[in-house]
Every structure is written in C-alpha cells, then in structure tokens.
C-alpha cells in the first residue's frame, strides 16, 4: 500500500464482530470530566460489559478504574485501543498499541490519521477510523 492509497473502515459485519468479540478497551484520552464524549461513551461502555482502561497521565482514577499514564504501562492484555485525542497526536499511539499487541485501533469521530491506519494495518492491527464506538455499539449491538 503506498501513502496514496486511502485507508478504508471494516465492513458494518467486521465492525459488529470486533464490539461482540472484544471485551477489553484501552480509552486513551480519556477525562475525568463527566461533560467530556470520552467520559461519556467510556461509562456506556462499561455498563454494557467491557473493561474500561483509561489512559491519561494527568489522572490517577476515572469511572472506578486505575487510570495508567501510557498504554506500555497496562499490566494487562489489551484487545481495543479507543483514542480521544486529536489526529496529530496518533501515530505514536498506534506505535505503542502495536508494540503491546493490540487487535484493533479505534478512532473517534474526527480523528483521521490516514498514516498511522496504514501503519497500524501493516502490523496487523485493525483500524476503525472517524467513527464513535458508542454509536456503532447501538447500531450493532442494541
């Protein structure tokens, strides 16, 4: 794939399979401030039976769990890296999902980093771009 070549999102049915199959969600960005999309689509999350791991250096615990300042420094297995951040900020992200074995890179709404997908895809990550989690969980999911 060469840097022309425009990255595409998985099938609606490969979209569904990643919410159903996976249960464990690095949230990195993610703020403690209720008034925040991150907050809020991390807390719907969790409700619905996902482990939320939030990642911000700045926090020490959001929605009851222990906030890690990196995603190296999770001591668990990660499957979800969800980003909040903006798209300048990804391809050291996805750099470091990669390097702890992370199944799929999600995006947010408005975060598009057309490098780091195809980067992120090289390594056999899959890559959700540009699209919320919560959104397509009601879609998929109910």
Same mark, same amino acid.
Do not use: S, T, Y
């Given at each position: 794939m060469n840097s022309s070549d425009q990255y595409h999102n998985p099938s609606d049915e490969q979209i569904k399979d990643i919410l159903v199959k996976y249960r464990t969600i690095a949230v990195v960005g993610l703020s403690s401030d209720e008034g925040r999309p991150s907050y809020g689509v991390s807390r719907y999350l969790q409700r619905k039976g996902y482990k939320i791991i939030p990642v911000n250096p700045k926090e020490k615990e959001i929605l009851g769990e222990k906030v890690y300042p990196s995603l190296s420094a999770i001591p668990e297995k990660v499957e979800i890296v969800d980003i909040f951040r903006r798209s300048e900020y990804i391809p050291p992200i996805v750099d470091e999902a990669a390097k702890i %074995?992370?199944? !799929?890179?999600?995006?947010?709404?408005?975060?598009?980093? +057309?490098?780091?997908?195809?980067?992120?895809?090289?390594? %056999?990550?899959? !890559?959700?771009?540009?699209?919320?989690?919560?959104?397509? +969980?009601?879609?998929?999911?109910?």
């Open positions: %074995g992370a199944k !799929v890179i999600w995006m947010q709404e408005g975060v598009i980093n +057309h490098a780091a997908a195809q980067f992120a895809a090289q390594h %056999g990550i899959v !890559v959700v771009m540009d699209k919320c989690i919560l959104k397509e +969980h009601r879609k998929f999911c109910g």
